[in-house]
């Protein structure tokens, strides 16, 4: 605590000390306090967590090879098969568990591509505001905004040669960035002209630079956003595609459960549990994505914080 000196009133004496008030700074939480500060975030990435570690230790968890046809055919739960089997005698709690990893697969790189092409285009575009570059720039982004989405990645995916993976994504991510794209150009125009961002001007620093080490850092909240919105469309277009039969008909997904149940007419034969549960454990990924989004808006928006 500190003093400062105050005359006697009356004008004899020494000057008296009066005590002064000390001003508290409080610090800002790290990233990830703010985060976790969202009861919904809080459960959101405790389900995702969990989905992780199925995902990463599939093959010691599931109980069976998910390929394998050896059980009895539409056999109901039991200790061997905890949820049955199907039509072809194939274990679907292995499948659903092995399918966990396509999921995440294509969310965790549909995502990271998707937010990548939306970061150069909508920052480069942003910054340059006003150039031949710009308008370029805006006019593709435009053109990607008013394409209708879902024929053109069926379409992509119908006549390619080959399906994977690796072609899901690349559809996913060419197809989804300009919504993303626009929203980074707006935010990077206001920042712009900040004092930090002329005196890299004057430094000499060139313009990817400015862009990406000095503006970039400032939008860590709308970047992250703008991922998890990215990977949870990722994981839902990946199993629409794979349940209108243009996934990878070679891998396990929940996308491909629910299209060999359809074609197979699990309703009918009474295997609800094979449409039921996949479309379950993918409602409930696709939620919890969506919760973990509520928290990443904390970063940006300290009014919505809960306390």
């Not at 480069?124 to 990607?144: H, I, K, P, R």
């Not at 069926?154 to 794209?181: C, E, F, N, Q």
């Not at 125009?189 to 620093?205: E, P, W």
Request: glycine share 10%; proline share 6%; charged share 10%.
């Amino acid at each position: 605590m500190t003093t400062t000196p105050v005359t006697d009133p009356q004008g004899v004496g020494e000057p008296q000390l009066a005590p002064e008030e000390t001003v508290e700074v409080r610090r800002p939480d790290p990233w990830y306090r703010v985060v976790w500060s969202s009861s919904k975030a809080r459960v959101g990435l405790v389900i995702v967590a969990v989905y992780v570690l199925v995902a990463i230790f599939a093959p010691l968890i599931a109980p069976h090879d998910p390929t394998n046809s050896d059980f009895v055919p539409l056999a109901g739960p039991s200790a061997e098969n905890w949820l049955g089997t199907t039509t072809n005698g194939q274990d679907i709690a292995s499948q659903l568990i092995h399918g966990t990893r396509i999921s995440l697969l294509v969310g965790l790189f549909g995502g990271l591509l998707a937010t990548a092409i939306a970061l150069v285009i909508g920052m480069v575009s942003g910054y340059a505001e006003g150039t031949l570059l710009d308008d370029a720039l805006t006019f593709l982004t435009n053109v990607a905004l008013v394409i209708p989405v879902l024929p053109l990645i069926i379409t992509l995916v119908a006549y390619s040669d080959t399906r994977g993976v690796p072609l899901i994504v690349a559809v996913i991510a060419i197809t989804s960035w300009a919504g993303a794209a626009r929203a980074k150009r707006a935010q990077i125009i206001t920042l712009r002209n900040r004092d930090f961002v002329t005196a890299s001007k004057f430094a000499g620093d060139r313009t990817l630079r400015i862009v990406f080490a000095e503006i970039m850092p400032n939008m860590t909240s709308l970047v992250a956003a703008g991922f998890v919105g990215a990977a949870t469309g990722a994981i839902g277009a990946e199993a629409g595609l794979a349940i209108l039969g243009l996934g990878d008909s070679g891998s396990v997904s929940w996308g491909t459960m629910l299209y060999q149940a359809n074609a197979q007419g699990a309703i009918a034969q009474g295997l609800w549990i094979w449409v039921f549960v996949p479309g379950l454990v993918l409602g409930i990924l696709i939620t919890a994505m969506t919760f973990v989004n509520f928290g990443v808006d904390l970063l940006s928006n300290p009014h919505l914080r809960e306390d």
